[in-house]
């Protein structure tokens, strides 16, 4: 449904966005992850139709963004960076415009705008300047702006930017909500956020795309992933660490001090599942554990790792 | 159309929904009238007439147009909401038009609330009404003209200042262009063809010639080709600088 076709931007010297390709099937919720200034708003610009890229381009719903612009937009709903509105108009109004603008009129605008404000939770405030509206409530007016025509590809900025975590969660389950019948692309820095809605997750760095893949997949990458951690009574570890460094089946050994406590993580030398291989060991030897779990992986060691590596 | 239509309504609404309308019509207002009466001499002249009201329009316009202007694209670039609204289903043109036209009739407001004027000169004596509803016109159209250049230069700044400032200077150096101080510091060392392109350039001569009583082509030619050329004007830089 949206497809991008090896996106180039340059502003002068500077290589903003660097031969970006994906495509964005109905019912992914695509993450789009990066550090600042790594070239996810600029992406999503040139997807929108705001900013002409300097090569590639992108097609909406098979409509190409610079040859039929008008048809291309019309099946995107968009939250640019920020959440901007207009200051000086109320919600009610704003939306009115929007959906006017999006060809809708009367009856339909009417029952479009209600569901819009109903499903974001916006109707306290529909009646207030948005000036004077919270950032959250704002970003929100801004979601139901991007909701209004139904539209089959949904691009948001930082969705959740500014929300507390009720609130949050509360977008997140409403873009879960809407996955399967759209193609959702959704840029953030949260990494959390990824796991939490989307279906597969870019990694972008110096606008270049490192990392294209599922959350499990990006699990896998981390270091921990697979990885034991061990709760053992103090004084034990030294004992703990040298019977299972002795093992085939461990890597390392490693002693951790965290917000969990202090504990020993475990890693595997090969893709073997180590869990029973400990848990029957500790039987046998009687330690008192106090905790025995296997790692996930950590998606913030995975981020760090690939565009650390791409920064050096 | 439909587009435009909508732009322009959303545009003037939000011109009332702040004071801004209110104060800029209270202010032209009183202005006008101050102009006319004191400094003008409308009652001294004895003549049942609109000119000393109409003399001093281009004036007015210098001060009051690039405070409307002012903020078309520059707030818009400024808060972010460009982004939002050039990604609407729209064409530019239809954008760059919308907001003109609603500056444009917002100033055509403020100009036909001077009514009393009219009422005024009619209560007192028998005036020539057809020069009144001749120069009214031409002070719109030259109203339109500076408001295309403010949105032109609006475009090219996201400070709403810089905005007022530089329109107010260019639109000084059309006006003065082509009053008689001006032309008489060109007269003797200049060539004529010189001079006369200094005179057609002006808006003062063009203006002065409508309020005069007639209404002539190029005297029409000259306003909306400048209101054309700076309407393009704009869509190009709002294209080049939206990103900004």
């Not at chain 1, 991008?4 to 970006?20: C, E, H, Q, S, Y």
């Not at chain 1, 190409?64 to 099946?75: G, L, N, V």
């Not at chain 2, 006369?196 to 209404?215: D, E, K, N, P």
């Amino acid at each position: 449904m949206l497809e991008i076709r090896n996106l180039v931007k340059r502003f002068g010297p500077l290589v903003a966005v660097d031969d970006v390709s994906f495509t964005v099937p109905k019912g992914e919720v695509l993450g789009f992850l990066g550090p600042n200034g790594a070239g996810k708003s600029t992406t999503m610009k040139m997807i929108t139709g705001f900013l002409a890229p300097t090569a590639g381009t992108a097609l909406i719903c098979g409509h190409d963004i610079q040859e039929k612009p008008i048809a291309a937009k019309r099946c995107i709903g968009y939250l640019p960076e920020g959440a901007p509105a207009y200051p000086d108009m109320t919600p009610a109004e704003f939306l009115d415009f929007v959906s006017h603008i999006r060809g809708m009129s009367g009856k339909e605008a009417r029952r479009r705008i209600e569901h819009a404000v109903e499903l974001i939770h916006i109707g306290e405030v529909l009646h207030q300047p948005i000036d004077t509206l919270s950032k959250g409530f704002r970003r929100r007016v801004g979601v139901a702006q991007a909701l209004l025509h139904d539209p089959e590809v949904l691009i948001l900025d930082e969705p959740t930017d500014g929300l507390d975590p009720n609130q949050k969660y509360e977008m997140r389950k409403i873009i879960t909500a809407m996955a399967p019948e759209k193609a959702i692309v959704i840029s953030t820095h949260l990494l959390e956020e990824v796991e939490a809605v989307c279906s597969r997750a870019i990694i972008i760095a110096r606008g270049r795309i490192l990392l294209d893949g599922t959350p499990a997949e990006l699990y896998a990458r981390s270091r921990y992933h697979n990885a034991v951690r061990l709760g053992v009574p103090l004084g034990a570890d030294a004992r703990v660490t040298a019977v299972l460094a002795a093992l085939p089946e461990v890597a390392t050994v490693e002693e951790v001090d965290d917000g969990e406590g202090h504990a020993l993580l475990v890693f595997p030398a090969s893709a073997r599942p180590l869990a029973p291989v400990i848990a029957e060991l500790a039987r046998a030897e009687n330690w008192r554990l106090t905790t025995l779990r296997v790692e996930r992986g950590r998606l913030d060691d995975v981020f760090r790792a690939v565009t650390a590596a791409q920064a050096a | 159309m439909r587009n435009i239509a909508i732009i322009v309504g959303r545009e003037l609404t939000a011109y009332f929904a702040t004071p801004l309308a209110y104060i800029f019509i209270v202010i032209f207002l009183v202005l006008a009238g101050l102009l006319t009466f004191f400094v003008g001499n409308f009652f001294a002249r004895g003549q049942a007439d609109l000119q000393p009201f109409f003399t001093f329009h281009p004036w007015l316009y210098l001060v009051l147009i690039p405070a409307l202007s002012m903020r078309l694209w520059a707030e818009e670039r400024k808060s972010g909401t460009i982004e939002l609204f050039l990604t609407l289903p729209i064409r530019l043109y239809e954008a760059v038009l919308g907001k003109f036209l609603a500056a444009w009739i917002f100033a055509g407001i403020a100009l036909a609330l001077t009514f009393p004027m009219w009422l005024t000169v009619n209560f007192l004596g028998n005036p020539d009404n057809g020069v009144i509803v001749g120069s009214y016109f031409a002070s719109w159209l030259m109203s339109g003209a500076i408001l295309a250049l403010g949105a032109a230069v609006s475009a090219a700044t996201k400070n709403q200042v810089i905005a007022f400032v530089v329109t107010a200077a260019i639109a000084f150096v059309f006006i003065v262009a082509g009053t008689p101080v001006v032309l008489g510091l060109f007269q003797g060392w200049a060539p004529d063809r010189l001079i006369r392109a200094v005179a057609a350039a002006s808006v003062f001569g063009h203006f002065s010639a409508i309020t005069r009583g007639v209404i002539e082509v190029p005297d029409l030619v000259y306003f909306i080709s400048i209101i054309a050329a700076l309407l393009a004007a704009n869509a190009i830089l709002v294209d080049l600088k939206k990103a900004d």
